[in-house]
């Protein structure tokens, strides 16, 4: 009979050894007892989720820990922000990840999140929408606002590519930059083209907007342009259902990670206060966890919480998350039959709190499950890691490995 599984993953968790706190980590500095009893009943090892020293985001990340190969199937954020917010792209369509931002009169950028507005978005999207591309033939924009300054816009028509570059600088004090075709294609020139009438009609659209005249009246940034970045183009993959049969659900607050989910093809299960940041619903993913196990043969958990603590170098924060997922695990496996149920706890790269910034380090990763050998590691971390039985695996193999073990992986060879 087969199995099921549940994949957990602590986003940005893994880390180095922090000089100030004793050369530890945080993972390996934090109160995780109910990790450490998963670890030593369990297979543990390290994972690089691409390949030794390779910097993952954790979109490509996330696609080689739940089995695609993203040199192959990777086209860019802005399509999986798009799938992350329930947008259907088709064949042609390049989608970009969008904010509302603020620029003086000048154009010069002073936030580039707009005081990351919250009223009055729907009106100011509907007279984005009024928007009509002039500048090259058969092309129309839409766009979408997700949650506060953030959006995805999308290009449809003919004879456009992902193949350009960013609007938006990612500072403020300078200006918007201007779209650059990034090769010589004229799919590129046209999406580079229609990009920046675009973005200049935007400021037109919006400047002198009622909403953003109100804001202004009570001393609040106007979100006068829309900045654009990480062009993607439409993709497909093969669904967990296509490729192996099972039924599959996601728990995950962010969009790009909910947007790899539904194009895998999994049930996207929203959680009430699961908000993507520090203090997520903890409790509320672990109970959802548990239900949904019930009803699909594999269940995708992730926490954000643990990057946000490493984008922010924030130590003790990192501590805390990692506490507080330790907590959520022991809520969910006092809810499941280990018997009959897979857990793997692992991260889609490591945050290190010194470098800010995702790093090419292999992570911690545990299956806990029947018929594992027992790694015997009393304390799960990134030095008792590479000590352990499962060795040293890609982000790639994961799928593999838990396809096996669930009993529902096909031979290869008579
Ligand atoms: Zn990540
Ligand atoms: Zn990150």
């Keep these: 009979m087969s199995k099921k599984a549940i ?15 004793d050369y530890k980590t945080p993972l390996e500095t934090a109160n995780t007892p109910n990790l450490n009893k998963l670890a030593e009943e369990g297979l543990v090892g390290l994972m690089d ?78 007279a984005i929408n009024q928007i009509k591309i002039e500048s090259v033939n058969g092309v129309s924009v839409e766009f979408y606002p997700t949650i506060e300054h953030r959006g995805v816009l999308i290009f449809r028509g003919e004879k456009l590519s992902k193949n350009v570059s960013d609007t938006d600088p990612h500072e403020i004090g300078v200006k918007p930059l201007k779209s650059k075709p990034l090769d010589d294609s004229i799919e590129a020139e046209r999406m580079a083209k229609a990009l920046n009438e675009f973005t200049e009609k935007s400021f037109h659209v919006l400047k002198n907007h009622q909403i953003n005249l109100n804001r202004v009246k009570i001393g ?58 520090l203090n997520t619903n903890f409790n509320g993913k672990a109970d959802e966890a548990a239900k949904a196990i ?65 790093s090419g380090d292999p992570v911690p990763i545990l299956i806990h499950g029947p018929e594992t050998f027992h790694s015997e590691i009393k304390k799960f971390c ?16 994961i799928m593999a490995i838990l396809t096996n073990y669930m009993g529902i992986s096909e031979k290869f060879g008579y």
Excluded at 110 to 115: H, N
Excluded at 324 to 343: A, F, H, S, W
Aim: neutral net charge.
């Design 7 to 21: 994949l957990i993953i602590c986003d940005g968790m893994g880390d180095r050894p922090v000089k100030e706190y």
């Design 49 to 126: 989720p691409i390949s030794p020293g390779i910097r993952p985001g954790s979109d490509v990340a996330h696609l080689a820990i739940l089995g695609y190969n993203p040199y192959e199937c990777y086209a860019g954020r802005g399509s999986l922000e798009a799938a992350g917010a329930g947008i259907q792209l088709k064949p042609g369509d390049i989608a970009f990840r969008a904010n509302f931002a603020t620029v003086n009169e000048d154009l010069t950028i002073v936030d580039r999140r707009a005081g990351r507005i919250k009223t009055g978005i729907k009106e100011l999207a509907e």
């Design 220 to 277: 609040e940034k106007p979100a006068n342009i829309i900045l654009a970045r990480g062009a993607g183009s439409y993709f497909k993959l093969k669904t967990f259902q296509e490729k192996y049969g099972i039924k599959t659900a996601a728990i995950a607050a962010v969009a790009l990670v909910k947007g790899v989910c539904r194009i895998a093809g999994m049930e996207i299960i929203d959680v009430k206060g699961a908000t993507g940041g």
């Design 294 to 358: 019930k009803h699909y043969d594999f269940v995708f958990l992730h926490v954000k919480a643990t990057d946000v603590a490493g984008h922010d170098g924030n130590f003790k924060a990192k501590v805390e998350a990692i506490e507080n997922i330790d907590k959520m695990i022991g809520r969910l496996i006092d809810q499941l039959d280990l018997n009959e149920t897979y857990v793997t706890i692992t991260a889609d790269h490591c945050t290190p709190i010194n470098f800010k910034d995702h």
């Design 382 to 397: 990134e030095k008792t890691a590479s000590q352990g039985n499962l060795c040293r695996i890609k982000g790639i193999d």
